[in-house]
T-cell receptor, first 115, second 109 residues
């Protein structure tokens, strides 16, 4: 158990809809990272927050947004969903703001299916 | 961001040592080298990391070349539970932690 909790585990929704994925980091970790994993793309970095502030952005679509709250949990909002957004979405947390010597601890993901 | 090169796949036999290579020739002097693995239907799991010296933990050993352009993850006695996709990930000044496609390890009984 990594200590990172993601909810829900599975989500099925229709095109055009909006969903929110939630992540609770490991106790004591200040950074939260979001990744998307689809079959043909591997793990794609989306965005990172550190102590409530955005620190880095990857290949995150404009239809997607995220935030980290004062209690350090994070939410990833996906809107105007398309079939291609179907994927596994992982949250990870770490102690520091930058990777370096601070390993990431991943949750077990939310599997999103857009029909 | 430093780029990595790993074989697409490797096979090993149970209870034998396995050496998983990674080339990271563009790594910067302050980038740590992290290894993660991902079992089917699970999130990636941290395995080990190091900067310059070889490192050991209960899961594996990490051998880092003197020029730091490559590293090798060593599983001393492979088990069926070690079958996974292994990622070599340089982690440094950029917060954009980039995972490549990784390397699939198959362990034969």
């Amino acid at each position: 158990d990594s200590g990172v909790t993601q909810t829900p585990k599975h989500l099925i929704t229709a095109t055009g809809q909006r969903v929110t994925l939630r992540c609770s980091p490991r106790s004591g970790d200040l950074s939260v990272y979001w990744y998307q994993q689809s079959l043909d793309q591997g793990l794609q970095f989306l965005i990172q927050y550190y102590n409530g502030e955005e620190r880095a952005k990857g290949n995150i679509l404009e239809r997607f947004s995220a935030q980290q709250f004062p209690d350090l949990h994070s939410e990833l909002n996906l809107s105007s969903l398309e079939l291609g957004d179907s994927a596994l979405y992982f949250c990870a947390s770490s102690v520091g703001a930058r990777g370096r010597g601070s390993p990431l601890h991943f949750g077990n993901g939310t599997r999103l299916t857009v029909t | 961001d430093a780029k990595t090169t790993q074989p697409n796949s490797m096979e090993s036999n149970e209870e034998e040592p396995v050496h998983l290579p990674c080339n990271h020739s563009t790594i910067s002097g302050t980038d740590y080298i992290h290894w993660y693995r991902q079992l089917p239907s699970q999130g990636p799991e941290y395995v080990i990391h190091g900067l310059t010296s070889n490192v050991n933990n209960r899961m594996a050993s990490l051998a880092i070349a003197e020029d730091r352009k490559s590293s090798t993850l060593i599983l001393h006695r492979a088990t069926l539970r070690d079958a996974a996709v292994y990622y070599c990930v340089p982690q440094g000044g950029s917060e954009k932690l980039v995972f490549g496609k990784g390397m699939k390890l198959t362990v034969n009984p």
